[in-house]
């Protein structure tokens, strides 16, 4: 195992409150590079919508994953679900790349940071 | 990559409000075993807690991983951070386990779901 995810892997909120949407999913076992390009995009793209204040996510050898983006606000995540280059990515999303996934929005009321460092 | 996680590998969460507990963390390099172990004891021991819903969890190749806890109360929640066999795995979480992590304490207010067999 290598020693660190990059350095931007965990998202530099602010203080609470604020809301998260919690993404889990299974991927199906096809399509592998398209799914990456696709993802790579979105995650670029929600990162530069205002409102958006950062994401986590992982995803284990069997394909299955969680994906957490921060927001503002409730109007924030309605706007990026809305957005027109994202409601196609979610289309690929259920046509081809998921198998299953749950989807839950929820507002952050504390946060705890820990470091070795600190 | 297999086809998929295990079919537990979802939550099967009640209709909200409940709470998500959103634990981002980076592995230190070591004592892969050990952590392991304690990992998997905690997974089964908090699933026993009261007010637990249920889990999720990935960890990529490069040790960065979520784990979202569900509970059915703040309550609950703090029940399960007090418990006196949970106490001791977060110390070793922050000697030995982590190098950073992030804890955010979350109310569910809107769920989805979606599958290709729905």
Same mark, same amino acid.
């Given at each position: #195992?290598?020693?660190?995810?990059?350095?931007? $892997?965990?998202?530099?909120?602010?203080?609470?409150?604020?809301?998260?949407?919690?993404?889990?999913?299974?991927?199906? &076992? $096809?399509?592998?590079?398209?799914?990456?390009?696709?993802?790579?995009? #979105?995650?670029?793209?929600?990162?530069?919508?205002?409102?958006?204040?950062? +994401?986590?996510?992982?995803? &284990?050898?069997?394909?299955?994953?969680?994906?957490?983006?921060?927001?503002?606000?409730?109007? +924030?995540?309605?706007?990026?679900? &809305?957005? $027109?280059?994202?409601?196609?990515?979610?289309?690929?999303?259920?046509?081809?790349?998921?198998?299953?996934?749950?989807?839950?929005? +929820?507002?952050?009321?504390? $946060?705890?940071?820990?470091?070795?460092?600190?």
């Amino acid at each position: #195992m290598p020693k660190a995810a990059p350095p931007d $892997a965990f998202a530099n909120t602010p203080e609470p409150p604020y809301y998260a949407v919690i993404f889990t999913s299974q991927r199906r &076992d $096809a399509d592998e590079d398209f799914y990456h390009e696709i993802a790579a995009k #979105m995650a670029e793209l929600a990162l530069k919508q205002p409102g958006c204040l950062g +994401a986590e996510s992982a995803r &284990d050898a069997n394909g299955f994953g969680l994906t957490v983006s921060y927001f503002s606000s409730l109007e +924030a995540i309605k706007l990026w679900r &809305d957005h $027109a280059e994202h409601q196609p990515a979610q289309n690929l999303g259920r046509e081809t790349f998921y198998r299953h996934y749950e989807l839950r929005i +929820a507002r952050v009321e504390r $946060a705890y940071s820990w470091s070795e460092l600190d």
